[in-house]
């Protein structure tokens, strides 16, 4: 070290801002005592950064199903297991898949290589939601995704365990009951599945080669059929009509619409959601 150099540490001073102890009244968040606002003091407090002195109040989250809440809590094998594997799980029991255009794994080593750091997830362009038609194409052997959903839970859960087969067969089984009966998209995927195979067999029976209905649901949960596409090419429908709307309490969102179809067009398998 040079006989000139002189540390500039010795100019640095600790800040000591104290304990975060001090919580605001109305939304109980913990503040530093220096935090206040200009106009208070510190005998008689007001912050507002979080809640604006209790103008801004946001609901509580909801309460688990007993089920989930029960595993989450469980401190045995099977709750290890279940929360080893809680990715793995989600993945079952999602009802769209990723679609994305994955870097090469010479891309990938690459930019690794350069910047080093930790292996990264590299995708180009924008990722998707990818989402098929309600029945497969072949046979039900290829159920994936949200097609298991229309099916009875207890065959939708062997179904899902022969995909995975290191999972617990009854937690699959325990847990593809409870989503049937407190998942809004499970319930409108089924009614959907319902209303175009019932569309499907009355065209059928009529002759009309030409419909191919597909159903929107719209970011407010409500479901409307649409007619008049061709079945061959699946083209922009020539009319549309409210056919069902399912009452319920999930008005407040904004996001884009769902299109389901009961099967694949020719030359169309997917559907791509954007995120």
Known sequence: M???????????????????????????????????????????????????????????????????????????AIGHQFKDNLRQYNATFAFTSLDCNIASSEERTSNE?????????????????????????????????????????????????????????????????????CNPFAQIYRHAYEILNERESSDDSANNNNASPDIVISPNMRMRLIEGGDRRTQNLPTMEEAAAIIPTEYGDRSFHDIVLTLRSAVNSTSISLRD
């Not at 104290?18 to 510190?42: F, P, T, V």
């Not at 997830?121 to 998707?128: A, D, L, R, V």
């Not at 072949?138 to 179904?159: F, G, K, T, V």
């Open 2 to 76: 040079p006989a000139a150099y002189s540390s500039q540490l010795s100019r640095l001073r600790l800040l000591e801002l104290g304990r975060m102890d001090k919580g605001c009244s109305n939304c109980h968040a913990l503040y530093w005592i220096d935090e206040i606002q200009q106009n208070s003091s510190q005998s008689s407090p007001v912050w507002e950064s979080y809640c604006k002195q209790d103008l801004v109040q946001l609901p509580l989250l909801a309460q688990l199903p007993g089920y989930l809440k029960d595993l989450l809590a469980r401190t045995d």
């Open 113 to 181: 290589n350069s910047r080093g750091g930790l292996h990264a997830f590299q995708i180009h362009g924008e990722p998707y939601h990818l989402q098929g038609p309600l029945l497969p194409s072949d046979d039900n052997s290829n159920l994936s995704y949200a097609q298991l959903y229309i099916y009875d839970p207890s065959y939708a859960a062997e179904r899902r365990s022969e995909r995975n087969s290191n999972l617990d067969p009854e937690i699959i089984r325990e847990l593809s009951f409870m989503l049937s009966q």
